[in-house]
């Protein structure tokens, strides 16, 4: 007569997380299906490292901190699929900045003011935008603006992975920040999503 294997109680309290990750997920990836799967790889690794889990924090927080490596490994490999096939651009070419203010520092053409974006925001449509807008920016700073606005990495961090200095760091933030607002402003807050088109 064969033994039943013991089956581990956690097994079942681990999947009855699942509807709270996967809200967590879509949260942070505004994607039904890339939420699905990010969960469903968090939830295969704490299965395989459950007995590594020894109860030090919540099962929840334990699974939260698991799904946010998968969401940050998923968002990573976004931004590298984005890099391969961004059209590229002279990343030391910066004429560009300098047209964009007087010699004041200030807008030579104001941004167009945004009608309500709180609402844009939550659209699927800016998201898929936005990624677009971050892909176009030149060199490593779509890179750099991932790592710091989305992953929310800590400077030190992305200074030593990226081998820049903090000064640098800042400059290609401010950089990246203005191209997307100039990339935002043409593509969605242009009218063109507004409209639908």
């Known amino acids: 007569m ?8 956690r097994v079942a309290e681990i999947e009855s997380h699942r ?13 039904v299906e890339a ?7 968090a939830l295969l690794a704490a299965l395989e490292g459950l007995g590594s889990f020894q109860g030090q924090s919540t099962l929840r927080t334990w699974l939260t901190s698991i799904l946010r490596f998968k969401i940050a490994d998923h968002q990573r ?22 047209e964009l203010f007087d010699e004041t520092g200030h807008w030579r053409d104001p941004p167009k003011s945004w009608a309500n974006p709180e609402a844009a925001f939550e659209q699927r449509r800016f ?23 989305v992953l929310g990495e800590e400077t030190d961090e992305i200074c030593r ?14 950089r990246a920040r203005i ?10 807050f242009g009218g063109e999503a507004r409209d639908g088109s």
Not at 78 to 98: I, M, N, P, S, Y
């Open 35 to 41: 939420a699905e799967e990010v969960v469903q790889e």
């Open 77 to 98: 490999r976004a931004v590298q699929d984005r890099a391969r096939f961004a059209d590229g651009g002279d990343a030391h070419d910066e004429a560009w900045l300098d």
């Open 2 to 9: 064969s033994e039943t294997p013991v089956r581990d109680p």
């Open 127 to 149: 998201w898929e935008v936005f990624e677009q807008c971050l892909g176009r920016v030149p060199g490593a700073g779509g890179r750099v603006f991932f790592k710091r606005e």
């Open 161 to 174: 992975t990226e081998r820049i200095s903090a000064n640098n760091c800042w400059v290609i933030l401010h």
């Open 19 to 31: 509807p709270y990750l996967v809200r967590y997920a879509l949260a942070q990836l505004r994607e």
């Open 179 to 188: 191209a997307l607002r100039a990339c935002l402003e043409v593509h969605w």
